[in-house]
């Protein structure tokens, strides 16, 4: 259980373009909540069960319309999940650096449904979904996307698809007290690796070699709950450690309306002793007709400064983004200093980064832990 007791007033912009979202009013009110879950944890034979209850009291002095409204939110649901393992010790190959496999599975599930008695589109968002930054990008891309994208840029500038709260109530985002609304999911997801045993004889390690995760979430609802459609949010993601150093990628996710976002990446990861890492990536984003082509390389001088640089080209919309990061890696801290360009916008940008380093250096890799992942597809 957690409460809550706020004076608000939300400002939003008076400069053009105008708000996105239609809960962006200017509004000043008072807000108490209290938020509670009960939940009740228990194995029944290889199934992990989680039977819980959610209930919601918001009371605001004014809402959209500027009146007093308290809110009743409820709902609840069980979650679920069984393990699933077996051994194959027969898979030996040298190509494909194998010395047998361990193939993991966790099979989970979630149902929930819920009701409020007070639709979120009548309460002034004050726990915002979008920062600033990312506020002012969308207030700029949404009147130019018609013009950016002819074929479907006005769908993408009206259809509540796209909708940031719409989004969040879909996904079950219940850390929003103002994004909260009636309800019915059941999300399934099935998580697997096939682990492997690799190093010198007496000093093995178990690695990952393959990942492979699968989701989607159904809306018994359809009509009322998604766009008329009872599947959504359907994604993979995928990883192939062929070896401690080189690895392939790809993930992908979709709603299956119709001009309903797709998104697909594929790229390929590969570091060297001399602590030298590559990227090579493609990336397709639809409706957006985004075809990107990512490539990134990483240099580490010493132990304490490292270069990044990397270009993405834009085959779908035609547009190139390049960017240069030079990197000193302390004990405690990581701190980058870089340009940027974007040829969509004709725009430079300037990136000042300070990084606090949470995990120690991999023995394995040396330098990846404090240089980071992101910075080589960055």
Known sequence: MYASAAYAHLLPTQVAPPPVEFTDQDRATGRLNLMQELAAPFTLGPFRLVPYGT??????TEDLTGSDRGRVYGGGGVRGSIPLTRLYCDAQSELFNLNGINHKIVLGGDYFIAQSDTRFTRLAQLDRLNDDASDQALRDIKPIEPALNPAHGVFLATSPIFDSQLYAIR???DNRVDTL?????????????????RGYPGQEHIVDWMTLDLSASFFPHSRRDNFGENFAFLQYDWTWNIGDRTALVSSGWMDP???????????????????????LGYRELDPLNSEAVTGAVTYIFSPKYAMTFSAMFDFGINSQVNTFVFTRMGSDLQVSLGISYNSLVNNFGFIFEIVPNIVGPNRRIPG?????????GR
């Open 181 to 197: 609304d009636t309800v019915e999911v059941f999300q399934g997801d099935i998580r697997q690796r096939w682990q492997t045993k």
């Open 55 to 60: 209930l919601d009291l918001t009371y605001y």
């Open 171 to 173: 996904k079950l985002v």
């Open 257 to 279: 309306e119709d001009q309903g976002p797709r998104v697909f990446s594929v790229g390929a990861f590969l570091n060297r002793p001399d602590r030298t890492s590559f990227y």
């Open 368 to 376: 990846m832990a404090a240089l980071g992942q992101p910075a080589m």
